[in-house]
């Protein structure tokens, strides 16, 4: 009987998936008539435009209709819709599993280009991102074998000081002084990484010189700020881009620069901490972070649900989004949440949490005014796609236009990567990766979850096409194959 299981283990362990591609309509140009287009350079909508789409471009945009000269041309009535530019999600976590479903999933979703935020160690790893995997990955996007985004880095594995990051990750990328500092930058060099992830505990020298040998090595850096540097210098010093909104608060407090020049300023870190933190915000000393942040074009990816998820994990409906996920993936997210739970079970623990998100959420406004390029990612790697809208709409609750919202994951994303000239919003000669939307988004964000049509890599997917893709992904999620898979990934993951 236990072999009888074992073998059928390892036989739904090994059985490959096939890949989930575009479907094969046959149309090779298109043409979307009388829609809506949401301008995001000039904050307007424009009316009742027609737009020809030929390969994987943008040809024309017209006020007035598009004559027909091809007879394998489709035709969409865009008549009380609204166009938008397809969406980034600036913070995804791939998994080596991603190709299986959350490609897909992503861009059922509306998002066509991702910034992948930790690269694996070796193949024992969960994570997705050894370079190879990914170029191979991108490639079969580019050549529509699989339907999913475009990965536009490619992470190293997380370089957290002197400590593994993890009780199982090899010492190899310790990082506790220059030396091996220069010995990681080297090593991710000769690796094909093109993005350093930073983490927490990195000890000052390491990390100038890390961010000088990066830079000479052309690899941008972004992750958290190392709590032992000011987020002066770690904009000063070239960071690209700086994760999740706390790193502000803790920077922003009528006594951070005690605390950064403390021996362990990450192990201080709790209740008592954040509720002083919240109580001495000092908007003098959050003002300069953020012109810091500006003069250096640092961009800022707060992340909101991540501290949503502390806020929020004693609460059942706030539990309901793993409702449809993977039992293992909504296993493992429920453990997150209850360690959370677990670090303080009192009241004032869950009110200074609560607190401490609303915190960020305000830091994030002053931000964008400011003029800090904000970017949206959603940090939740078990809703792909879901929880980058989930993410747009804590962007618009802390104010921001929605305009500004959309920005966060088309325009921004574009610049950051010096893409656009290519992407990030609707005008001829651009790529043709675009959602059309039942209703108008600059209304109401929550209206990003009516998608009515996509167009992605020259192929348009009308509302019944994507349905049944969704309905695919779903059961493919929650089938034996998928468990068994994701077991086995665990398995090897606590064996290393
Ligand atoms: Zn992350």
């Not at 003029?371 to 940090?379: E, T």
């Not at 802390?398 to 921004?412: D, F, I, K």
């Not at 043709?432 to 939307?437: F, G, I, Q, T």
């Amino acid at each position: 009987m236990i072999l009888t299981c074992i073998v059928v283990f390892v036989t739904l362990v090994f059985i490959p998936y096939s890949n989930i591609g575009f479907p094969e309509n046959g149309y090779s140009e298109f043409v979307i008539n009388n829609v809506n287009i949401v301008d995001l350079k000039n904050d307007t909508i424009l009316k009742n435009q027609h737009i020809l789409v030929e390969g994987k471009r943008i040809k024309e945009i017209s006020s007035e209709p598009i004559r027909r000269n091809n007879n394998n041309q489709l035709s969409i009535n865009g008549t009380g819709k609204y166009l938008i530019p397809a969406l980034w999600d600036m913070h995804v976590h791939l998994t080596k599993r991603s190709s299986n479903s959350a490609y897909a999933q992503f861009v059922t979703n509306g998002v066509m280009h991702v910034r992948d935020m930790r690269g694996s160690y070796n193949d024992r790893d969960h994570f997705a991102s050894t370079p190879i995997r990914i170029r191979k990955w991108n490639q079969k996007v580019t050549d529509m074998e699989l339907l999913g985004p475009i990965v536009h880095s490619i992470p190293s594995f997380a370089i957290e000081g002197p400590n593994p990051m993890f009780d199982n990750s090899p010492e190899y990328f310790n990082c506790a002084n220059s030396e091996q500092a220069k010995m990681l930058v080297n090593y991710f060099k000769e690796q094909g990484v093109t993005l350093i992830k930073t983490y927490n505990n990195i000890p000052r020298e390491a990390f100038f010189t890390l961010m000088g040998e990066a830079k000479k090595a052309g690899i941008e850096v972004a992750g958290h700020k190392p709590v032992r540097v000011s987020t002066i210098e770690a904009a000063n010093a070239g960071m690209k881009s700086m994760e999740h909104a706390r790193f502000l608060i803790w920077e922003s407090f009528k006594g951070s620069q005690k605390l950064r020049n403390s021996d362990n300023p990450k192990e201080k870190d709790n209740t008592e901490l954040r509720r002083l933190m919240l109580d001495n915000h000092d908007t003098l000393l959050l003002k300069e972070n953020l012109e810091a942040l500006k003069n250096n074009n640092t961009y800022y990816c707060p992340t909101h649900l991540t501290r949503k998820a502390d806020a929020y994990a004693d609460d059942e409906r706030f539990r309901t989004r793993y409702d449809e996920i993977n039992p293992i993936f909504r296993f493992l997210s429920f453990e997150d949440l209850d360690v959370t739970l677990q670090e303080d079970t009192t009241d004032l623990g869950r009110e200074v949490y609560h607190d401490f998100y609303s915190k960020g959420l305000e830091i994030t406004k002053t931000a964008s005014e400011y003029g800090v390029k904000v970017l949206a990612g959603s940090d939740v790697p078990e809703l792909p796609g879901t929880s980058l809208i989930d993410e747009l709409q804590e962007l618009s609750a802390t104010g921001l236009s929605n305009y500004e919202v959309l920005r966060t994951a088309t325009l921004n994303p574009s610049e950051y990567y010096d893409l656009d000239t290519i992407y990030g919003t609707i005008e001829a000669g651009k790529s043709a990766d675009l959602l059309l939307l039942s209703q108008n988004p600059i209304q109401d964000i929550s209206n990003l979850k009516g998608i009515y049509g996509i167009i992605s890599n020259g192929t348009y997917l009308n509302k019944e096409e994507i349905e049944n893709l969704k309905q695919k992904i779903h059961s493919r999620n929650n089938g034996l194959l998928m468990s068994a898979k994701l077991f086995c990934d665990m398995l090897m993951y606590m064996t290393i």
